[in-house]
């Protein structure tokens, strides 16, 4: 509860901040565009949206094809296709699928869900319940390390998903995830000489479609060209 009631002030603290930023005081909707700043008391959606500076949202965020400079939301977090180039700190469940996060990440939650998505610094995992959840599916990959601040917590991880920094007060249990993947680094670096570009097209949902022989990559098999 303390956790909360401070992350409630730090944000009223930051939109008195930020009183000259875009700001709006129910649904913020933002497509392509480039904006310096956005504060937002509301739902956010953000599609093939550039933010200069930072996001400040109080309500649930959906980003999509997005760039921004920094975060900081309070709520639910949805990003598929976006990038964050500086530090992210986030008060309610996250899930990114083809995200790149290049700063630390703060979430205070106990669910988050990283799907094809690359934490370059820390992830730091805050949670007033125990044994919050974090799922690492589709050759994610978090640089840094991984910190359970007060309670302990549990990586549900994929093979394919790395964790390159050391893990804080928190256990690792492999799974298998039932999502389609795209194809990782390794299967693409086995691929032969003989393989087109037009290779590259046909991989849909994970898939491996076509090739100009018929071989077998990571298990899955690839047809001729007619």
């Known amino acids: ?4 009631l401070c992350l409630a002030i730090c944000f009223i603290s930051l939109v008195v901040s930020h009183a000259y930023a875009t700001s709006h005081l129910s649904t913020c909707t933002f497509g392509k565009q480039t ?18 500076g930072n996001a400040v949202i109080a309500g ?31 008060s309610g469940d996250l899930t990114a699928k083809n995200g790149q996060f290049d700063g630390n990440v703060d979430v205070t939650s106990e669910k988050i869900l990283l799907n094809n998505s690359t934490i370059k610094g820390s992830l730091t995992i805050n949670s007033e319940k125990e044994e919050p ?18 309670h ?12 390159e920094g050391k893990v804080v007060n928190g256990r690792v249990v492999q799974i298998v995830s039932k999502e389609k993947c795209p194809p990782s680094a390794a299967s693409l670096a086995i ?13 849909v949902g ?8 018929n071989i ?6 690839m047809k001729s060209y007619s």
């Open 1 to 4: 509860m303390k956790k909360i």
């Open 35 to 52: 904006l310096n700043e956005v504060v937002c008391y509301g739902p956010a959606k953000l599609i093939q949206t550039t933010v200069s």
């Open 60 to 90: 649930p965020l959906e980003a999509q094809h997005t760039v921004l400079a920094s975060m900081q939301v309070i709520g639910l977090t949805n990003l598929r296709n976006s990038d964050v180039k500086a530090n992210v700190r986030i």
């Open 133 to 150: 959840q974090l799922t690492l599916i589709c050759g994610t990959q978090i640089r840094g390390k991984v910190v359970f601040s007060n």
């Open 152 to 163: 302990s917590g549990v990586i549900n991880k994929t093979k394919d998903s790395i964790i």
């Open 191 to 203: 691929l032969p000489s003989y393989c087109s570009i037009r290779y590259l097209n046909d991989v």
């Open 206 to 213: 994970g898939m491996v479609k076509k090739c100009s022989r």
């Open 216 to 221: 077998s990559v990571a298990g899955k098999k």
